[in-house]
């Protein structure tokens, strides 16, 4: 089945130790976006890709970077974690860049020590 | 700035009928989507409106109003199952997706 997948699904760093979420997908879409989300709050995005062109959101930390190599894969880098940065991260794709339809993967919980 | 409103919690009982409204203040505008989300799990897309009027998918049915900045999503035959949080998220003409906050619904038996 065509799927969004994210590795790992939990994932222990320390705080300022360097972190890195995967997330891979075989639907072929342009459009893959990651997300963060803390309990009981709405997703926040991060970062988006339509093919490679990069959009970073003005709010977005300098802590937090991504990379997309090829329409397949897309990382999530946290440069040096801290305490706040503990969420789910949740990466999802769209066909189109209005995001009419984001299919999300199950997510990556990150727990910071 | 740009902000989407809803309820934050709405309770409804077995079988019956809920409406969950959004209003948003944009720049520019493409669509409304909707998504539910289940305790622990990620978010699914439930429906997409670009033009005014209702789209029905089943149990769900999604409006929109571009003249009033305002949709809703109307779930019927209410199921436990459907104990979820659903959020509704406007793409604007510079294709920033900006989110609600997020509906808690809680279904009662």
């Known amino acids: 089945d065509a799927m969004v997948i994210q590795n790992p699904r939990y994932q222990v760093t320390q705080f300022g130790k360097p972190v890195t979420l995967s997330c891979s997908q075989t639907l072929n879409h342009n459009v893959m976006y990651w997300y963060q989300q803390k309990s009981s709050q709405a997703p926040k995005l991060l970062f988006h890709?339509?093919?490679?062109?990069?959009?970073n959101e003005a709010d977005t930390p300098d802590n937090f970077q991504s990379r997309r190599p090829n329409t397949s894969f897309c990382f999530l880098d946290i440069r040096s974690p801290g305490l706040g940065d503990a969420a789910m991260y949740l990466c999802?794709?769209?066909?189109?860049?209005?995001?009419?339809?984001?299919?999300f993967g199950p997510g990556t919980r990150l727990t910071v020590t | 700035g740009q902000s989407l409103e809803q309820p934050s919690e709405v309770t409804a009982v077995e079988g019956a009928i809920v409406q969950i409204n959004c209003t948003y203040q944009t720049s520019g505008f493409y669509g409304l989507s909707w998504y539910q989300q289940h305790d622990g799990g990620a978010p699914t897309f439930l429906s997409y409106?670009?033009l005014d009027g209702l789209e029905e998918t089943g149990r769900f049915s999604s409006f929109l109003s571009r003249s009033d900045s305002y949709g809703y999503l109307l779930l019927q035959e209410l199921q436990m199952k459907d104990s979820a949080s659903y959020f509704c998220a406007v793409c604007d003409s510079n294709y920033q997706l900006i989110w609600g906050a997020g509906t808690k619904l809680i279904i009662k038996p």
């Open positions: 890709y339509y093919d490679k062109d990069f959009n």
């Open positions: 409106n670009a």
């Open positions: 999802a794709t769209s066909t189109e860049r209005s995001g009419r339809e984001q299919y």
